[in-house]
């Protein structure tokens, strides 16, 4: 039985980040400084002016082109303890997923002895983190409210996150006019990834019912957004934040499915990120989710957002070994969906025959 953890506080509203003076202000701590972990699409953006920082402060922007990968974590750690910054009064992340998962995975490892690779797994990570603090600017991973931060290992080839409490925010500011400017592509294939692990969990084997009341929730805020006439309207914003903050909450408590393995396939070997990824893996999906198959189609083409298709049509047989190896590894996921004996039902053909559809 799990004993779960969510994150402690949160402000949600427009305008909320306006708050972040007077959160940083009433945390004590032996140091006064701040470091922080922003996307790398706000360098020039009105938004740093916003923002209360000061001259100890530390900022540092996180590159979107590649998702998180241990190396980058290490390096983040390694400048802090060169400048002598490595006991921040708080991190505050302000980005989508990288970024969200980047202020976790520092945050763990300044208060951590070793590298960002040794806490790849389950409750590795020992000693409580820097206080943090998580403000999305795009809705959908629930990075905000998981237990997990993503990276890859370079070396290992390893996708796995610091799954532990400790990696949970303190606090998150949730400011739907930070998701404004998002473009149309990138805000549907993010916002569905907590429509799809919403519905992989409601499909699987091992569910509760707090998981359960989340996802269904998410899911609803989902086809309020997604099936109205413009999915970035200011109350649909809001609404897909909140979905966001539930999904995130859902997936705390029960497992994905059938989806997201595969898309980690796509990641593994193509370096396809995650959410256009999940989205890429659905055109293959009909067999194992039908109704939300068609649902999902039917909001893309409502929103009018192309979905990718025909990336792992015609590839050699090596390729689709390294696709099949990549994706049945996940073996939480698969079962939830499938049951124990899934490698029966996903053999090295059916699974080549899933991705050439895809
Ligand atoms: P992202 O962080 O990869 O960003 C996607 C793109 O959107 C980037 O180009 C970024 O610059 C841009 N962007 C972000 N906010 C913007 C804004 N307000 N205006 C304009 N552009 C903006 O996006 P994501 O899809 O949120 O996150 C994907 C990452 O999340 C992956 O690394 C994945 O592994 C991780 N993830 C983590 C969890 C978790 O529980 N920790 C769950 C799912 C996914
Ligand atoms: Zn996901």
């Not at 140091?31 to 000061?54: A, G």
């Not at 708080?90 to 945050?107: E, F, P, Q, W």
Request: charged share 25%.
């Amino acid at each position: 039985m799990n004993n779960s953890k969510n994150v402690l506080h949160y402000m949600f509203g427009k305008g909320s980040i306006d708050k972040l003076e007077d959160i940083l202000k009433d945390k004590k701590s032996e140091n006064q400084y701040t470091v922080y972990y922003i996307d790398e699409y706000f360098q020039n953006n009105e938004l740093l002016n916003k923002l209360p920082v000061k001259e100890e402060d530390e900022i540092f922007f996180v590159q979107t082109k590649d998702e998180p990968k241990t190396e980058f974590i290490n390096k983040f750690r390694d400048i802090l303890v060169e400048k002598g910054k490595n006991k921040p009064k708080a991190i505050v992340a302000i980005g989508g997923g990288a970024t969200l998962d980047t202020g976790k995975a520092v945050a763990n490892l300044l208060t951590n002895p070793g590298n960002a690779e040794d806490y790849q797994g389950w409750d590795l990570v020992k000693n409580p983190a820097i206080y943090k603090i998580g403000i999305p600017t795009i809705s959908g991973t629930g990075a905000e409210a998981s237990r997990t931060c993503v990276m890859t290992n370079t070396k290992s080839g390893l996708k796995l996150g610091m799954n532990s409490d400790f990696t949970i925010y303190d606090q998150l500011i949730l400011d739907p006019n930070l998701t404004k400017t998002v473009p149309r592509d990138q805000y549907f294939y993010t916002g569905m990834d907590t429509y799809i692990h919403s519905f992989e969990s409601l499909n699987g084997k091992y569910r509760n019912a707090i998981g359960d009341a989340y996802a269904k929730q998410a899911i609803a805020l989902c086809r309020e957004v997604f099936l109205s006439d413009d999915m970035m309207s200011d109350e649909n914003r809001e609404k897909l934040m909140i979905a966001s903050y539930f999904g995130g909450c859902a997936i705390a408590n029960s497992f994905v499915g059938v989806v997201h393995p595969f898309s980690a396939g796509l990641s593994v070997v193509f370096g396809t990120h995650h959410c256009i990824g999940n989205c890429i893996t659905m055109n293959a999906m009909e067999e194992f989710y039908p109704k939300e198959y068609e649902e999902f189609f039917k909001m893309a083409e409502k929103q009018d957002v192309i979905i990718p298709k025909g990336i792992a049509t015609d590839l050699s047989d090596e390729t689709y070994l390294a696709l099949y190896n990549s994706t049945v590894i996940h073996e939480k996921p698969l079962s939830n969906a499938l049951g124990d004996d899934f490698k029966n039902k996903l053999t090295l053909e059916k699974v080549t025959e899933i991705f050439k559809r895809m």
